[in-house]
């Protein structure tokens, strides 16, 4: 009974403020315009974004495979370099080899050079000390033919020394040709009025001679021999000088 009639006197209380709007405070009854409205902030939800390219979530059993690989590729890394190292030496030890393969190739070509050359050296000069003692009789046989005068040949009564003459003659000639197939030749600067060459020819006096030109030699006094390009004695020669 109690609560029916609290129940009742609610309502009607209820009733009648709404009937009447003049006794609710005037707080209560402003009008809707002058309310200030209240700012509403949404909450935007927080976003986190990564410095990786792959934006695709990385799911359990892609985390377990890369937790596998990397164990995985430690293993291989150690595995691999002690077989890295072994390379890297077999590599060295290849190109020291080719070196030592090369440098003994380029001495023993040098070796067979330097041989050949000594070889021929030895050929071409072995007579060198005998053609030094050869050029001496030389010498002598053409002093010998020097000594007869030209108009002695010409006379008829000399007959036999013309003869003679010409044997020497003969016998120098063949000699000769038996020593430049040997390489020894003989060479008279004179004889073409060569420049002097201090490489070939010995100056034993200067002069002054007309119608020559300076350093030119004009008298041979000893012939000069060479002995394959090389000379074993230089041509005793006269040089012109005129200043």
Not at 12 to 34: D, K, N, T
Not at 125 to 146: G, H, P
Not at 167 to 177: A, D, S, V
Request: with cysteine.
């Amino acid at each position: 009974m109690i609560q029916r009639s609290l129940l009742r006197q609610s309502r009607a209380i209820g009733s009648s403020l709404y009937r009447s709007p003049s006794v609710l405070p005037s707080r209560l009854c402003a009008p809707a315009a002058r309310r200030s409205p209240i700012p509403v902030h949404h909450a935007s939800p927080a976003r986190w974004y990564s410095a990786e390219t792959n934006t695709e979530p990385t799911t359990g059993a892609q985390a377990s495979q890369s937790e596998q690989a990397a164990p995985e590729a430690e293993i291989i890394s150690e595995a691999e370099d002690p077989l890295k190292k072994e390379l890297e030496t077999k590599n060295r030890e290849i190109i020291d080899l080719k070196d030592k393969y090369l440098r003994s190739v380029a001495e023993f070509r040098n070796l067979q050079d330097r041989t050949k050359r000594d070889v021929n050296a030895a050929r071409d000069f072995a007579i060198t000390r005998f053609a030094k003692d050869l050029v001496d009789s030389v010498d002598n046989l053409d002093r010998a033919l020097e000594t007869v005068p030209p108009e002695k040949l010409s006379d008829a009564e000399n007959q036999d020394l013309k003869n003679l003459y010409d044997g020497l003659k003969m016998t120098e000639r063949i000699l000769m040709q038996t020593l430049s197939k040997h390489g020894l030749e003989r060479f008279d600067p004179g004889a073409n009025g060569d420049r002097f060459d201090p490489n070939v020819h010995e100056a034993t006096f200067m002069t002054k001679v007309e119608g020559k030109e300076d350093g030119t030699v004009f008298l041979t006094q000893q012939k000069g021999f060479s002995l394959n390009g090389r000379v074993i004695r230089a041509a005793k020669v006269g040089v012109v000088k005129n200043v």
